[in-house]
């Protein structure tokens, strides 16, 4: 790789030792901590909550901080994980050099690492978060060939007092720009430490939801992300939300990722854009059309979708987003640059046309190849979701759709290309499978599809299971009905999943 590339990278250990993160060495983790003088190592891993743990090192000597890069450190399994019994309950956690970065927080120069768990018997915990997804992608390569990619745009709400001072019109805060938008320069902040962690980002914009709530501004914004291998994919993300609440911390506003606030207003999604390469190509398109490859992923997550939400939309208050007429789907369906639909195909830049000559006219024109644009996005995950059993459970959909002898005539017969809501398709719209309207149906869904999940071990049984314990726990199944209505109710379910994910 060109070092003044290297040198461009917001990761300060990539501009340091010159090298791509998948390059990193023990050694080269050591000489950066000694010529950068970093006083402290941070152990970071993903908890059964979805949450980013911390385990904190003082750098004693060389010889300590070799140790502990070798060996990892032992933690408390069954405090982590619902599936890790307290009778045996120790596991390793063990950091993956490729995942150093400066914490761009702490006063002390502290370096963090992102770990993988062990058993005792020194193998790879089978359950664990980020195990459950690389199987899922070693799965998909053996079945299609094809290496599994993600992004996620990640939506949020900044919350901060009112001061009546350029309202925002409610609702309409999309792509808005100061001062009508308020949290612009907190979601820029945000954008800049989550590179310096290692986040590939596309970019950022204020969102529709705006509103005005008991005195406080609630404005939605989103950053959204590159395409990945979606193992890094993952990282990426829960990085990204610890960054988000922690800026928030320290400048005295609040976030939440929670996936509805209010009703009538806009909820905050998780949506999940897919793609499958080959030798550096997307196999998405093929003659400048959606390749059959494609067709057959979506049919695959046409076939999974109910059981999808199992791992995307994890309280009650997910099935408060997902209603008709909010830009939250509630039908298994998919077409291209629609927003009513469960996956959608967006605009590719297939057209062709050299837009960039039209607009500055002293540029000389030119072809170039944007095939690499093309993704598919599904939009029912919310913020709730756990990352890594979300994007695993999709990339193990999108293999079953090459598994499936019917997938082309299942991509056939759920594709719409009109506004689903619209009075005058609802005859298409009676024809169309429908997402679980709980925690509880999604349970119900996951039992009934989890032999599929359980295909080349990649979800543990141990792991369904809790899953589905979880699921069930919050007994929901006519809770939207009972207090849809009840403004009072829907803001204490709110606080309770405030800070949910």
């Known amino acids: 790789m060109d070092n003044s590339f290297l040198s461009m990278s917001a990761n300060p250990v990539v501009a340091f030792l010159q090298k791509p993160t998948e390059e990193f060495t023990k050694a080269d983790i050591i000489r950066y901590i000694q010529h950068q ?43 982590l994980f619902s599936f890790v019994e307290a009778g045996s309950s120790d596991l390793y956690v063990l950091p993956r050099f490729s995942t150093a970065f400066l914490d761009p927080f702490s006063e002390i120069p502290t370096l963090c690492l992102l770990c993988s768990f062990f058993d005792k018997d020194g193998k790879l915990l089978d359950s664990a978060p980020e195990q459950t997804l690389a199987k899922a992608c070693r799965a998909f390569r053996k079945v299609t060939g094809l290496e599994f990619q993600a992004m996620g745009e990640l939506e949020y709400y900044v919350i901060f007092d009112n001061d009546d001072r350029f309202p925002a019109i409610d609702q309409h805060g999309y792509h808005e720009s100061a001062p009508y938008a308020k949290a612009n320069e907190f979601r820029a902040k945000c954008m800049l430490y989550i590179a310096q962690t290692g986040g590939q980002i596309k970019y950022g914009h204020s969102e529709v939801g705006n509103f005005v709530l008991d005195g406080k501004v609630y404005e939605q914004n989103e950053i959204e992300f590159l395409p990945v291998a979606a193992e890094k994919a993952a990282d990426e993300l829960m990085l990204a939300k610890w960054v988000i609440r922690n800026l928030a911390y320290r400048m005295g506003l609040n976030v939440t990722f929670a996936p509805k606030i209010t009703a009538g207003k806009a909820g905050s999604g998780l949506h999940i854009h897919m793609r499958m390469m080959k030798d550096g190509r997307n196999r998405m398109i093929e003659g400048g059309h959606l390749s059959d490859d494609a067709r057959r992923m979506i049919a695959g997550m046409m076939q999974m979708a109910p059981s999808i939400t199992a791992f995307g939309n994890k309280n009650p208050m997910s099935y408060f987003r997902l209603v008709p007429h909010q830009e939250a789907p509630t039908n298994v369906c998919w077409g291209d640059r629609n927003r009513s639909v469960l996956v959608r195909v967006p605009l590719g830049w297939n057209s062709g046309a050299d837009m960039c000559q039209v607009v500055n006219p002293l540029e000389e024109k030119t072809v170039v190849d944007t095939s690499m644009k093309q993704t598919v996005e599904m939009r029912s995950p919310d913020g709730s979701a756990d990352l890594y059993q979300l994007i695993a459970g999709l990339c193990v959909a999108c293999r079953h759709g090459f598994e499936m002898d019917n997938a082309l005539e299942v991509a056939e017969r759920t594709y719409v290309n009109v506004n689903i809501h619209d009075k005058a398709n609802a005859e298409k719209l009676a024809q169309l499978a429908q997402l679980p309207d709980s925690c509880a149906a999604s349970a119900d869904c996951l039992e009934k599809q989890r032999a599929i999940y359980e295909m080349e071990g990649v979800f543990s049984k141990a792991m369904i299971d809790s899953i589905i314990r979880q699921l069930r726990s919050f007994d929901d199944r006519s809770l939207r009905k009972q207090v849809e209505k009840d403004q009072e109710k829907v803001l204490q379910l709110v606080n309770t999943y405030f800070h949910c994910g």
Not at 46 to 54: L, S
């Open 37 to 79: 003088q970093v006083r402290m190592v941070n152990f970071m891993y993903p908890g059964g909550d979805g949450k980013i743990k911390t385990l904190n090192f003082v750098i004693n000597d060389k010889n300590y901080l070799d140790t502990i890069l070798t060996c990892g450190e032992r933690v408390d399994g069954s405090s």
